[in-house]
């Protein structure tokens, strides 16, 4: 298999697209957000990342799966 690094790009892209959207569309409620995002401890932080981690990966899997 070769890497595709046109799909990495587009990927990348993708990831900034939807990163922008949370800032774009809830740009009023961002501060507290990050409040209650600050008040979390790093195991907490941790277990949400891996979840989000997770989920993207079974989205790939799915989509490669499917295609």
Not at 25 to 54: D, F, I, Q
Request: with cysteine; glycine share 8%; charged share 15%.
């Amino acid at each position: 298999m070769q890497f595709d690094w046109s799909v990495f790009v587009c990927a990348v892209g993708l990831a900034f697209v939807f990163e922008g959207l949370v800032y774009v569309a809830g740009a009023s409620r961002m501060p507290a957000l990050l409040r209650l995002l600050s008040e979390r401890t790093p195991a907490e932080l941790r277990a949400m990342g891996g979840v989000a981690v997770a989920l993207g990966l079974a989205l790939v899997y799915l989509a490669r799966r499917l295609v």
